[in-house]
């Protein structure tokens, strides 16, 4: 897959294209059912296929009081988006100047002039330009009246509600990790950096790792049956979330402790795939009240982890 950051920058034209639009935070089972769709339209038309989306989300440039914390990081997004077989990735900077577009000037100088849209897919619930003026029935009216093609999906999803960013957002804040794997198709998972922590783990027997990432929406404060990989190696895990408020502290940390392993990890990788909550956050009253509740998370973890498997995104994103 090719990324374009700028038609400024990359002077790449397109004879004709099959596209669609939109934000398409987390990646989960509904876009995954519209990137399908729009590739199956672009091999059948022997034409590329293009994913139109915005860098920054428009909300973090026109709100960024009311922006979400993102579900994937921009490579994350870039990653998962070539895994749907898409021909091309549009990130197209959203400034002030392309706050202001109307709808009809977004068809006419990006989808037409630029890309030359033969066949368009998108949302049934997809909105853009100024004041989000454009809409689904905007696009069908100017299909027809400009010669392309506009599929509008249906909506797409399991127990009676559609796939939604903003439902899979509410879920990972409330620590529901289980439950997401049936919205997103996967774990919702992270990558950090390891970065030198107090050693206080090391000390209570238990040597965890302490993360930096850049991922900004994190599930709620707690313990977690978490499945890691370092390099092409994969580990069972716990990881704490939170502040450890048994120490007194006040900052937040993510602290992942490697079952059955042994060696150091500082400036190393790991990315953390959660699999279930074990517990919340708990102020202890003494370190062998702690000591004795991380040796029952440890056990539990084993448990459960025992039979897990991580779902790769080559495999939940292949093309049937």
């Known amino acids: 897959m090719d990324i374009i950051k700028s038609f400024n920058n990359q002077p790449i034209s397109f004879d004709s294209s099959a596209v ?5 935070d987390g990646v989960h089972l509904g876009h995954r059912e519209l990137f399908r769709h729009l590739v199956k339209q672009a091999r059948q038309l022997n034409i590329p296929s293009i994913v139109y989306t915005f860098n920054p989300h428009p909300l973090k440039f026109l709100a960024p009081d009311k922006a979400p914390l993102l ?7 870039q990653r998962l ?6 021909d091309y990735l549009i990130q197209s900077p959203f400034t ?8 009809e000037q977004f068809v006419a100088d990006i989808l037409i002039a630029k890309l030359h849209v033969r066949s368009l897919v998108v949302g049934y619930n997809y ?12 696009l069908k009216a100017c299909g027809e009246k400009q010669g392309f093609a506009v599929k509008v999906m249906p909506p797409v999803g399991a127990d009676g509600l559609p796939y939604s960013s903003t439902r899979i957002r509410t879920m990972v804040a409330a620590g529901d990790v289980a439950g997401v794997v049936h919205l997103l198709g996967r774990q919702y998972n992270l990558e950090g950096r390891v970065v030198p922590g107090d050693q206080r783990g090391r ?3 238990f040597p965890t790792a302490n993360l930096e990432t850049e991922k900004e929406l994190l599930p709620a404060s707690g313990v977690y049956a978490v499945k890691v990989r370092h390099g092409q190696q994969e580990y069972n895990g716990v990881v704490n979330l939170g502040t450890r ?4 502290s006040n900052v937040s940390t993510i602290e992942v402790h490697l079952l059955d ?7 190393q990788n790991l990315r953390i795939y959660f699999v279930e909550r074990l517990r919340g956050e708990q102020k202890f009253l003494n370190v062998e009240e702690l000591v004795a509740a991380i040796s029952a998370d440890v056990l539990r973890a084993r448990q459960i982890l025992q039979p897990v498997q991580i779902i790769q995104y080559r495999e939940y994103l292949s093309l049937k």
Do not use: C, D, Q, V
């Open 96 to 103: 002030a100047e392309f706050a202001t577009m109307s709808p």
């Open 127 to 138: 909105s853009f330009g100024k004041g989000r003026g454009g809409n689904t029935e905007f």
């Open 81 to 86: 988006i070539a895994a749907s077989h898409i």
């Open 245 to 248: 408020p048994t120490f007194g």
């Open 71 to 77: 579900l994937n990081t921009l490579k994350e997004k």
């Open 20 to 24: 669609t639009l939109g934000n398409f």
């Open 261 to 267: 392993f042994t060696g150091l990890l500082y400036n």
């Open 203 to 205: 000390e209570l027997g």
